[in-house]
């Protein structure tokens, strides 16, 4: 279910529907006495929550003018019109302020998720979200056997760059690298910061020859946005694998080993092993 986004949001729905539906008849088989149409709300709530404000302003109309058709058999038939109309007023502006609500705590859900799983800096996964991705890649990599490959990435001589034009020209590199590095790789691919200036990619159902050349697109990338002052090129080491029961910690310490032979060999290169 979780795989199939559209699914599950007409389900949502159909069950936000079928509840208004219960709560319509309710009113309907009820005396006039007791007034439940203030059930309403809940899934009036529950899919502003879900599904967003929108939805959840389009739900509200609909149960308001559910409570107004109701209400004209149930209420006394000299209630005026005016009284009528003030009651779903009253009950739009309610629902519109626990709507209001809701939509503020779910953006606050969201931005406090996004702080948990990504870098302030440069809005890529942190190194612990990261980790636990390739965690479960790697697991599906030995479950079926299929090619799995990294890329991990360091910046050349990143210290001098923050000694001669100081740390937020060097957070402005951090922030264009990670920008070149999303740019260089597919959509599917995870691209992480694991720390200061270290970057990796994890790249699922993807063929060694594939990574590299994605590499040295990448290392091209960057040569390509820092051309003149600062300088900025990259050191990059690829790993890949189908079926291996290597770790995460291994998988990382073998693309780190890459690039610092990248490094040894020159720096602004692409160095690629196997597992």
């Not at 199939?4 to 069950?15: A, D, E, S, V």
């Not at 308001?64 to 109309?85: K, N, Y």
């Not at 050349?213 to 600062?230: E, Q």
């Not at 720096?267 to 196997?274: A, E, S």
Request: no cysteine; hydrophobic share 50%.
């Amino acid at each position: 279910m979780a795989g199939h986004p559209q699914l599950n949001r007409g389900l949502r729905l159909l069950g936000a529907l079928a509840l208004i539906g219960l709560v319509h008849w309710l009113n309907l088989k009820t005396p006039p006495a007791f007034r439940l149409d203030a059930l309403y709300v809940i899934p009036v709530l529950l899919v502003a929550w879900h599904e967003g404000l929108g939805w959840g302003i389009g739900f509200a109309g609909a149960t308001s003018l559910l409570r107004f058709l109701v209400g004209i058999d149930q209420m006394p038939a000299e209630t005026p019109m005016v009284a009528r109309l003030v009651n779903e007023l009253a009950y739009l502006a309610v629902v519109a302020v626990a709507i209001t609500g809701l939509s503020q705590l779910r953006r606050m859900q969201a931005q406090l998720q996004l702080l948990a799983t990504h870098d302030p800096l440069t809005n890529v996964l942190n190194a612990r979200a990261f980790s636990n991705e390739l965690a479960q890649e790697l697991s599906r990599n030995r479950r079926y056997g299929r090619p799995l490959a990294l890329i991990y990435l360091d910046l050349d001589d990143f210290k001098a760059v923050n000694d001669a034009h100081g740390h937020a020209t060097g957070d402005a590199v951090l922030r264009l690298v990670a920008d070149a590095i999303q740019g260089a790789v597919r959509q599917a691919d995870l691209v992480g910061r694991l720390g200061g200036d270290e970057f990796a990619v994890l790249m699922p159902e993807t063929e060694g020859t594939v990574a590299h050349a994605a590499a040295n697109r990448l290392a091209g990338g960057i040569r390509t946005v820092f051309r003149g002052t600062p300088s900025v090129t990259a050191s990059i080491g690829v790993v890949s694998v189908t079926g291996s029961e290597a770790g995460t910690d291994e998988l990382l310490r073998k693309a780190d080993q890459a690039m610092y032979q990248a490094k040894r060999g020159g720096k602004d290169r692409v160095v690629q092993v196997v597992l």
